[in-house]
């Protein structure tokens, strides 16, 4: 990498407009339309690594990425520049220059994801794509209660997509907080790593526990099962938003990485 620079940076975006993170043969990723702006001001073809890669439909407030280039250009450049050559729907928050072996997956140490779920009889609005919904009344006692079982070192195989390609289905999860207020419903979540579909099926079966359709029981022994097919369905992406990742201090990014923000103080 000699003459190269390794540039990490963190961006929000809003997931309606794209088939997820990853680059699209259509071009629709949000991968695609950040390195064709990175491109621009660089003026070379950039590639891109992110720290999780977010499902179609899924938002970020805190999305970080790494990559290298040989232009030397100011952090204004990579922040304001690079953002005039974005969609509407993807801003960048800030750049830093990193060692050259910083890698925004593989030196994060966690992740905060946060499931925003409107709760009333009327499907939203003003809202919809921004905030998951269910219809019938739920108790965010129960759902609390439940979820105690998730905290730790455990085996996800319930809550994981048959699709997820992760080679081990153990994760730990650090922190779950359940929140309500008026008709909105927050569920965070910190761990090391998420599987694939994770918190949306996590959601899902924490709703039928808030609902009564589930005892609270039941969640712990759909976890002891490990069985997909016992789990309640994927809840929709339109409330999903990946709010943070964590690195160590030594990497000197803003705030290490952490910019967790309360995606509901952007809404409406």
């Not at 759902?143 to 079982?149: E, G, I, K």
């Not at 997509?161 to 309500?180: L, N, T, Y």
């Not at 359709?213 to 712990?220: G, H, N």
């Amino acid at each position: 990498m000699s003459g190269r620079r390794r540039v990490a940076l963190a961006l929000e975006y809003d997931g309606r407009g794209f088939a997820g993170w990853q680059t699209q043969p259509d071009g629709r990723g949000v991968q695609d339309a950040l390195e064709s702006a990175l491109s621009a001001i660089a003026d070379e073809p950039i590639g891109t690594v992110c720290a999780g890669r977010t499902d179609s439909g899924v938002h970020a407030t805190a999305q970080v990425v790494h990559f290298d280039t040989g232009a030397v250009r100011p952090t204004s450049a990579w922040v304001r520049g690079v953002n005039a050559h974005l969609p509407r729907a993807i801003a960048v928050l800030w750049a830093h220059e990193v060692a050259a072996d910083f890698h925004a997956r593989f030196a994060a140490r966690g992740r905060h994801y946060r499931y925003l779920l409107m709760n009333r009889p009327v499907r939203p609005g003003v809202l919809a794509g921004r905030v998951g919904w269910y219809h019938r009344p739920l108790d965010a006692g129960r759902m609390r209660r439940a979820a105690q079982c998730l905290l730790g070192r455990q085996d996800f195989s319930a809550f994981r997509a048959s699709a997820c390609q992760a080679k081990s289905p153990v994760r730990e999860m650090r922190r779950i907080a359940i929140e309500a207020r008026d008709d909105m419903i927050s569920f965070d979540f910190e761990a090391d790593a998420f599987l694939h579909h994770m918190i949306r099926n996590l959601v899902g079966a924490l709703v039928y526990v808030g609902s009564g359709a589930w005892p609270v029981e039941r969640l712990a022994e759909v976890l002891a099962g490990r069985d997909r097919a016992q789990a309640a369905p994927t809840f929709a992406a339109d409330g999903l938003y990946l709010c943070g990742v964590v690195y160590a201090p030594e990497w000197s990014l803003p705030g290490d990485g952490r910019i967790i923000c309360r995606p509901e103080t952007h809404l409406g």
